[in-house]
């Protein structure tokens, strides 16, 4: 099948296939016309390269994963090496994460500070995303969100 036919099939542009091919990926065979002729196997070479693109693998990093395949592994990730790249994209994931948080705590507290900085009040504790979320009961049973939820409430309820 031709580079169009296989785009096709993988859901992906041939600009993608050209550069999986330029990176080693998948390898068509040639015609003396420089057409490019790919089989079934590459059709799912490019379907898991796109599967594990889309999970944050860099395509770069799928070799593992297709040699997996090309010394007889029924699936991708039968291999040592294929799992040891889960775990070293999941471990760049959770610094990633870390990171994250880390920058959404220093913006709380400068949110916190610069809310509070002209006010006589003691600055309440900032919410989190899961106390906001969580209601509390009135003394009427009636369920309610807590007012150091809800910095406006408290000062208005002082």
């Known amino acids: 099948m031709r580079i169009g036919e296989l785009a096709r099939l993988a859901q992906l542009s041939p600009k993608a296939i050209r550069r999986y091919e330029a990176l080693g990926l998948v390898a068509p065979e040639r015609h003396p016309n420089g057409f490019r002729e790919y089989d079934d196997h590459t059709v799912r070479l490019v379907r898991e390269i796109r599967s594990l693109n889309r999970l944050g693998i860099p395509v770069e990093e799928t070799r593992p994963f297709l040699d997996c395949l090309a ?52 600055p309440l504790p900032w919410p989190t995303a899961v106390s906001a979320m969580q209601p509390s009961s009135g003394r009427d049973g009636t369920t309610r969100q807590r007012a150091q939820d809800n910095p406006t409430e408290a000062k208005e309820s002082r």
């Open 71 to 122: 010394t007889g592994g029924e699936h991708v990730d039968d291999c040592p090496a294929s799992l040891a790249e889960y775990q070293r994209t999941i471990d760049a994931l959770t610094a990633e994460i870390d990171a994250l948080t880390a920058r959404r705590d220093a913006l709380t507290d400068r949110l916190r500070e610069a809310a509070h900085r002209h006010s006589s009040t003691r």
